[in-house]
């Protein structure tokens, strides 16, 4: 969920099919559906050595290109350390099932007619990839906002699937803060004349606008007083800031489509991690592993009374905040400060073994009807 340089994936993906039904938690019954993923590095003997990167709302699964401060030889994440994973997520339009592809057993596209995928749908979609990619445990798992949310949702669905988890301006129920400048952006799509129509294009112009009012809640006072500052004292118009901002929606218009942005942004209002768990709290007590949670401290979307939240109530879990001109976008920009936080972690515990292994008795079963 961010304004970062993100296109069509640099290299192409890989697409994972599954032919076993899925069942959203809308009681919307998928009788199979695919995904793209990336993968970087070699998967070790043991199965033990994986990294899953999880991505924020209009990304890719090429993790390397729109993080590449964090993955790639030499980095953070290095491949040839880990066997390094980033799936893209379930409504998106970089390759994963999403609204412009056709409805199953019939000739005609999703469109407005694509279910809602949540956060705990979506992991629930990456579990048969898991098997089949023949991954025992997880290193560390790691995403940002939205991407976040889904990380605490697996970390949670499965305690003992990961050994670390670093969870980044991300929260464990969406705000009603959030809410609203979600709904600001699907009105902004509503109110384009075209959106009711069942083509590809539909929507678009109301989706620059809609970018345009989500720009302003990824970034912060500061970070427009730096960038977008206008020298000229004498004008009276054509400021840059406005510029910038029709910009933005332009650039995300070539890369995006309408269908998709409005249902993630969905996916989105619909994350909380009590539902079904008794409460936040309850549920956030089931992650067992060692965790950083890593705020940013200008983020006006995310703010980090969210990330002090997740760290009060996951057992063990250290907190760390980022200080950044760049508001929620931080997450994405400030790679030496992420890199350091999360490195001096994995430095400590790097001799040491997850708590349990657990057995993969439904593998066979999965990789049978997954390819």
């Known amino acids: 969920m961010t304004n970062a340089n993100f296109s ?48 924020a709302l209009t990304a890719n699964s090429d993790a390397a290109d729109w993080w590449a401060g964090l993955v790639g030889e030499g980095k953070l994440f290095d491949p040839a350390r880990y066997f390094i994973v980033c799936v893209n997520m379930p409504g998106s339009c970089y390759g994963s099932i999403g609204p412009l592809e056709k409805i199953p057993f019939t000739t005609d596209l999703f469109y407005h007619d694509f279910p809602l995928f949540t956060t ?16 025992r445990t997880i290193r560390s798992g790691i995403g940002g906002s939205m991407g976040g949310q889904q990380l605490l949702e697996w970390a949670i669905e499965e305690p003992y699937l990961f050994e670390h988890v670093f969870p980044l301006a991300t929260n464990a129920v969406h705000s009603a803060w959030a809410r609203a400048f979600n709904a600001s952006q699907r ?35 500061s970070t427009y007083g730096a960038h977008q500052h206008d020298e000229d004292d004498e004008l009276l118009q054509n400021f840059r800031s406005e510029s910038y901002q029709r910009y933005q929606g332009e650039k995300l218009a070539r890369r995006f489509n309408a269908f998709s942005y409005y249902r993630l942004s969905q996916s989105m209002d619909a994350h909380n991690v009590g539902r079904g768990r008794g409460g936040t709290v309850n549920a956030l007590k089931e992650i067992k592993a060692k965790t950083l949670v890593i705020g940013i401290k200008t983020d006006i979307l995310f703010p980090p009374s969210e990330q002090a939240f997740l760290a009060e109530h996951i057992d063990g879990a250290q907190f760390c905040l980022i200080d950044s001109i760049y508001g929620h976008d931080g997450f994405l920009l400030e790679f030496e400060a992420i890199q350091e936080k999360v490195g001096s972690l994995l430095e400590e515990s790097a001799a040491k073994k997850p708590a349990f292994i657990p057995e993969d008795t439904s593998g066979k079963t999965i990789e049978s009807l997954c390819t």
């Open 8 to 55: 069509p994936a640099s290299t192409p993906p890989k697409i994972f099919t599954c032919h076993a039904p899925l069942t959203l938690e809308s009681g919307y019954r998928l009788p199979g559906y695919h995904l793209a993923y990336h993968t970087y590095g070699t998967l070790n003997a043991k199965g033990d050595n994986a990294v899953w990167i999880f991505h």
């Open 187 to 221: 009105i902004c799509i509503e109110n384009d004349l075209s959106w009711k129509q069942r083509q590809p294009f539909a929507g678009r112009d109301g989706m620059k606008t809609a970018r345009s009012v989500a720009l302003i809640s990824y970034r912060h006072y």
């Open 120 to 135: 705990r749908d979506m992991i629930r979609a990456y579990q048969p990839l898991r098997h089949y990619l023949g991954i």
